[in-house]
């Protein structure tokens, strides 16, 4: 099956992608000291109820939510629950919406009250780097240049990209293939092409690059216990430069 998404097809994906852009705004409206998790959770629902979406999340290989908060030195993939947000914390929230069978994935790290010095720089340059690589998206770039955009921004900031989790291809599935790692050499791997659609996700730690997983099966950590940060769009590469599917 082609990666190469048609024009109709990138539209039903932008309307999926609002439904995130629409759940990361009201989950950012309720981050504050003392609101649990699980909360956060609850507010993504409501949205795609109140959207006739699903959570392309809850359920995928058992994952039992419909998003992932991932606090301090958690990477990615921590399950919502009965953790308290704290003035201080730095907080990412991955989520995605299927709407007429395709699917929008996009991801924010925010800081909580008053945070660190290191926090807020980790946060910028992580965001940065994901602009980096959607800037990156244009025609007849290849995936390498993509992963170079990210790895450079995040190292020259003193920073380490995470090792063994990828970006990777979207469409009528979440993860579809290629997957697309946030290093490489620029002009090496496949050539981006119009219609390609990718959901580029950069995850920055702000020490080692190095990490391990918890018991519950889902939850990534950093393995030196240092702070991580995640941002996350879907993109398509179109004649006229890259579009960022998930926005309002």
């Known amino acids: ?68 908060a991932s606090v301090n030195d958690e990477i990615v993939h921590g399950i919502p629950g009965a953790y308290r947000i704290r003035d201080g914390d730095v907080v990412a929230i991955d989520c995605g919406a299927v709407l007429g069978g ?31 690589a959607i800037d990156a998206m ?9 992963g170079y955009a990210v790895q450079q921004t995040a190292e020259r900031a003193g920073f380490s990209i995470v090792e063994g989790y990828t970006g990777h291809a979207i469409g009528r599935a979440l993860h579809e293939n ?11 791997g496949a050539k981006l092409r119009p219609g390609d659609v990718f959901a580029l996700e950069p995850m920055v730690n702000a020490g080692s690059g190095q990490t391990y997983a918890l018991e519950d099966g889902w939850t990534v950590k950093s ?22 599917l998930t926005v309002p």
């Open 178 to 188: 290629p997957d697309v790692p946030n290093h490489g050499r620029p002009g090496r």
């Open 1 to 68: 099956m082609s990666r190469v998404k048609s024009r109709d097809q990138i539209a039903k994906m932008r309307r999926a992608g609002r439904v995130v852009a629409e759940m990361h705004e009201e989950i950012r409206g309720a981050l504050r000291p003392g609101v649990t998790t699980a909360h956060l959770d609850e507010i993504a629902r409501a949205v795609l109820q109140r959207r006739g979406a699903k959570s392309n999340f809850f359920g995928y290989m058992g994952y039992p939510a419909a998003i992932c």
């Open 223 to 244: 393995a030196d216990g240092s702070l991580s940060a995640h941002f996350e769009h879907t993109v398509a590469v179109t004649s006229d430069g890259p579009e960022v």
């Open 138 to 146: 244009v025609v007849g770039n290849h995936m390498g240049d993509v």
């Open 102 to 132: 395709w699917h929008g994935d996009a991801a924010f790290t925010a800081g909580v009250g008053r945070i660190s010095e290191v926090a807020a720089s980790l946060i910028e340059v992580t965001e940065r780097s994901l602009l980096a």
